[in-house]
């Protein structure tokens, strides 16, 4: 049974020199590819060296390469150029992570918006797919990819933690959805039990966003409380068990899908 991790923050510090042993684990645990996500344009540079160093054969490790809404407010008039150079990169299979938070507003809105649109131009022109973050914001998001999604090859809704209304919005868009260990949390994920049997077939994959989100589920839980790569297996039974579907099924479909969303190679 293998599995993808579409999102995963290897580059965050507190992975610092664990990045192997991590992997490996990840591996063992039958996540056999793995989308490290860029959030700034250094980290981006960083999660594609990652890549490069830990998988020379490019066969497991990918990264994407993108500004996060919390740092639009750092976007110049040279950043589009460098980011531009990054997607060229081969190791580079995505857009982002880029979007909208209205949640902490770490940057004004119209520059959120601003930086959006310019991470959209960019994969239209290079027809990359993207990987968006949202929250709080699913109506403005949808406004702004209307103008833009006839001329996008693909998109997915990374980390979703909405609410019925935007799910539809983004499915009626024809965007794919990530979910994350959020489901796992009785707390505040309830709501998604029912609503991830909406989710076609097709268009759900699944995310660790490690080192965050660790699956409230998992036992027994890692006393660093950090999460890793290898409990996206906790997200797959939860996911498995909401959409009425065996695990083996989910693994196979959200695998394929992610497969072909992000153009990776197959694996023996």
Excluded at 23 to 43: H, P
Excluded at 52 to 69: C, K, V, Y
Excluded at 164 to 180: C, E, N, P, S
Aim: aromatic share 6%.
């Amino acid at each position: 049974m293998q599995l993808i991790d579409i999102g995963v923050n290897l580059t965050n510090p507190s992975f610092a020199g664990k990045q192997q042993e991590i992997l490996d684990r990840a591996y063992a645990a039958g996540v056999c590819q793995l989308i490290v996500t860029g959030t700034s344009l250094a980290g981006s540079e960083q999660a594609l060296e990652l890549c490069r160093e830990r998988d020379p054969s490019g066969q497991r490790l990918f990264a994407s390469a993108g500004i996060h809404p919390h740092s639009a407010s750092d976007w110049t008039a040279d950043s589009a150029v460098r980011l531009k150079a990054l997607l060229k990169e081969p190791n580079v299979c995505a857009v982002g992570e880029c979007g909208l938070d209205f949640n902490r507003d770490f940057s004004p809105r119209p520059q959120q918006e601003k930086v959006l649109e310019e991470h959209l131009a960019l994969a239209v022109e290079l027809q990359r797919p993207v990987f968006l973050h949202e929250r709080d914001a699913s109506t403005r998001l949808l406004e702004i990819l209307r103008d833009y999604r006839d001329r996008l090859p693909a998109a997915v809704v990374h980390c979703f933690t909405g609410e019925q209304k935007a799910l539809f919005g983004y499915l009626d868009l024809d965007l794919h959805i990530g979910i994350t260990g959020w489901i796992c949390d009785e707390r505040r994920g309830s709501h998604l039990h029912p609503l991830v049997r909406e989710i076609p077939r097709g268009r759900l994959m699944l995310e660790s966003d490690a080192p965050y989100l660790l699956p409230r589920s998992l036992r027994p839980k890692p006393k660093n409380g950090r999460n890793e790569p290898a409990y996206l297996g906790e997200v797959l039974r939860e996911v498995a068990l909401h959409r009425g579907e065996s695990q083996e099924d989910l693994a196979a479909h959200t695998t394929a899908c992610a497969r072909a969303f992000f153009h990776l190679p197959s694996l023996d």
